[in-house]
């Protein structure tokens, strides 16, 4: 037995073809504990509980998540909680969305050195920020951000790049200003490209030599990968100021503890075959299905299970963490602007959902008077499937 709500899920296919995938395809370690995790998530092999209404005595039971972070069906609440949070550091000013990608000739290299090319990924994306907006012809002033790692394109392929969230300003070099960014856009993109390039290039580099890194068997020389990097364009793509502090957290929750795909985007599993919906931004963003047979649509699924430990959200300039005390403060004493109040700290899980939902998640949904609460002594042979 299982709490399913959606009507497919990915567990459901995980299930079925468990033991042919597995025959087939050979999991690194974190790969095999998400496989195993989403598997059994929300399912008596982990356990859970019995509740009962304190008036009609009405019982269901309840099974434990499996937290997996890679889990569409464990992200809610600890995305809710990281949001309301963050927010409450953000400075209150209008800010940017700037997307960093890689040109498909580097997709080998990173996904045969997962950590340190995330890593360099990441580096590069910060320093050429901070590079562009110290320039006195563009921003003159020390940039923050908050970037996201994600590594899928929209039908499950491999597309690792950066999602930035940027404040639309930057401290001035003696700390003692705050610099306001042009009104439509933060930095001209095409400059920021060429920065990013030279510096990712470099990194690259510097991790193949030192043995950090190793090239696929197919390039001879880091040269080879360097030429074919080159040849290509480079896309930075930075999006309007949002809108307003709603379109803000609107933003942060669907990019910071978002998963390959939810879902609600499964729309039918029949004969071995997975039908999903995706965006196709080549054409106007219009929305198709792909039909793939379920084997390839697990294995395009657990190419984006990030190496165990790594952490996918990372801050910069006067966001980061080291200076919140200082720079970021600031900041938000020189723009003088009433900041976001955290309201979830400190709650629990069932009173985050109360918060965001508008409803007590514990009211007995037999009589909608009474609450139900964890039996004290549980028969976990109820827990047993059929």
Known sequence: MENIKQRIELGEIFASHADDFLHHYKLVPAQAK???DILKCRTAALGGHVYQCDKCSNNSQAYNSCRNRHCP????????????????????VKHFHVVFTIPDCLHKLFYHNQKPAYDALFNAAGQALAKCASNPAFLGAQAGAVAILHTWGQALTYHPHIHMMVPGGGLSQDQMEWVPANKKFFLPVKALSKVFRA??????????????MRLPIDNKNFREVKDKAYSKDWVVYCEKPFAGPNALLNYLGN????????NSRIQSFTDGK?????????????????????????RRFLQ????????????????????????????????????FLPQL???????????????????????????????KMMNLELLKPG
Not at 73 to 92: I, S, Y
Not at 199 to 212: T, V, Y
Not at 277 to 298: C, G, P, Q
Request: aromatic share 10%.
């Open 34 to 36: 998400a496989f195993q």
């Open 73 to 92: 069906k464990c992200q809610f609440v600890r995305k809710a909680v990281w949001v309301d949070k963050l927010a409450a550091n953000l400075p209150p």
């Open 199 to 212: 510096i990712l290039c470099r990194l690259l580099e510097q991790s193949i030599a030192s043995g950090d």
């Open 255 to 262: 990019y910071t503890h978002r998963v390959a795909i939810a």
């Open 274 to 298: 997975v039908s999903f919906s995706y965006k196709d931004y080549r054409v106007d963003a219009r929305h198709k299905t792909m039909t793939l047979d379920a084997n390839e649509f697990i």
């Open 304 to 339: 984006h299970v990030l190496p165990s430990g790594f952490c996918k959200v990372r801050y910069f300039g006067f966001l980061a963490i080291r200076n919140m005390k200082t720079k970021l403060a600031d900041c938000i004493h020189l723009i003088g602007k009433i900041m």
């Open 345 to 375: 700290q400190g709650l629990n899980a069932i009173e985050v959902l109360w918060m965001i939902t508008g409803s007590d998640p514990l009211i007995c949904p037999n009589c909608k008077m009474g609450k139900m609460r964890v039996k």
